[in-house]
């Protein structure tokens, strides 16, 4: 079975900092584009960063770029987010995303892992 | 990053009614449009891409058209399972998302 498993949520104190694991099976990894997408409590869909397959070409929301860094493992089948200088409004559920075709569609979603900003 | 607007924000409907969900994007996106689905304290479910192909495993009853900044996904006749949020998605760009819920 296709696969994405995250790790590493948790409760965080506003300005901390936290890393974020995706963990992929069931597919050539190394092959996709993948990204980290958030939900604020009861809002809606956002992506937050996406990296190529070799890891050279990435991309961040305006809101996040400084603060958070995508990365990946193509030998380990794990991609990353560091976050960094989180406040409030990151709180959020963060989903791991498989990349499918030219324009970013996200085939393959994880359960997600929360992430809760607060002091 | 290109904007798209789904309308309406609420659709009430009964089991076995037709549904029309509505996205517009901000400039043309071509035939790049993706349609998702998520339910309550699940991640989101690829329906629909390139504007009109279902992704795998997904009903008939699903369908989507459109093509440059107009695009509309159809549920046929809603079963019980269909009640849920959903969003349309171009490369970073998500709607806002349309919740069809039970009349």
């Known amino acids: 079975d296709v696969q994405l498993e995250e790790s590493g949520g948790d409760l965080v104190q506003p300005g901390g900092s936290l890393r974020l694991s995706c963990v992929a099976s069931?597919?050539?990894?190394?092959?996709?584009?993948m990204t980290w997408v958030r939900q604020a409590p009861g809002k809606g869909l956002e992506r937050v960063a996406a990296?190529?397959?070799?890891?050279?070409?990435?991309f961040y929301a305006d809101s996040m770029k400084g603060r958070f860094t995508i990365s990946r493992d193509n030998a380990k089948n794990s991609l990353f987010l560091h976050m960094s200088s989180l406040g409030a409004e990151d709180t959020a559920v963060y989903f791991c995303?498989?990349?499918?075709?030219?324009?970013?569609?996200?085939?393959?979603w994880g359960q997600g892992t929360t992430v809760t900003v607060s002091s | 990053e290109i904007v798209l607007t789904q309308s309406p924000a609420t659709l009430s409907l009964s089991p076995g009614e037709r549904a029309t969900l509505s996205c517009r994007a901000g400039?043309?996106?071509?035939?790049?449009l993706a349609w998702y689905q998520q339910k309550p304290g699940q991640p989101p479910r690829l329906l629909i891409y390139?504007?009109?192909s279902r992704a795998t495993g997904i009903p008939a009853r699903f369908s989507g058209s459109g093509s440059g900044t107009d695009f509309t996904l159809t549920i046929s006749s809603l079963e019980p399972e269909d009640f849920a949020v959903y969003y349309c998605?171009?490369?970073?760009?998500f709607g806002g998302g349309t919740k069809v819920e039970i009349k």
């Open positions: 390139d504007a009109s």
């Open positions: 990296m190529n397959q070799g890891g050279g070409e990435m």
């Open positions: 400039q043309s996106v071509t035939n790049y």
């Open positions: 995303t498989r990349v499918y075709g030219s324009y970013g569609v996200m085939d393959v």
């Open positions: 069931g597919f050539t990894f190394s092959r996709y584009w």
């Open positions: 998605q171009h490369r970073g760009s």
